[in-house]
């Protein structure tokens, strides 16, 4: 399955749900995640995302662990998102920036 890493907070640039074949991205307020039941492994989105957010779950890069079981609790408790919207406000500015989970709003 792939994961949506620490990267894509408070950027959420939503490019990632266009391309998902099972629309399986689900959506909170500063960051969205993929159903790992429902991912079918096609790794079409990892290369869409601008922030380079995405990975499969074998390749996930060091200190990432930890958002393979986020991933999975969120997706049970978000709403689902299909269609790309606007980025976050400041998108460009937090990306790349460190230790950005805490920041991460539920
Ligand atoms: Fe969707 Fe494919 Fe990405 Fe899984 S790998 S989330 S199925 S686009
Ligand atoms: Fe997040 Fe990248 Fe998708 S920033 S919303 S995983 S395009």
Excluded at 14 to 21: A, I, M, N, Y
Excluded at 55 to 66: N, T
Aim: with cysteine; proline share 8%; hydrophobic share 35%.
């Amino acid at each position: 399955t792939f994961v949506v890493t620490e990267n894509c907070i408070k950027c959420k640039y939503t490019d990632c749900v266009e391309v998902c074949p099972v629309d399986c991205f689900y959506e909170g307020p500063n960051f969205l995640v993929i159903h790992p039941d429902e991912c079918i492994d096609c790794a079409l989105c990892e290369p869409e995302c601008p922030a380079e957010a995405i990975f499969s779950e074998d390749e996930l890069p060091a200190g990432q662990e930890k958002f393979i079981e986020l991933n999975a609790e969120l997706a049970e408790e978000w709403p689902n998102i299909t269609e790309m919207k606007d980025k976050l406000p400041d998108a460009e500015e937090w990306d790349g920036v460190e230790g950005k989970i805490e920041h991460l709003e539920r």
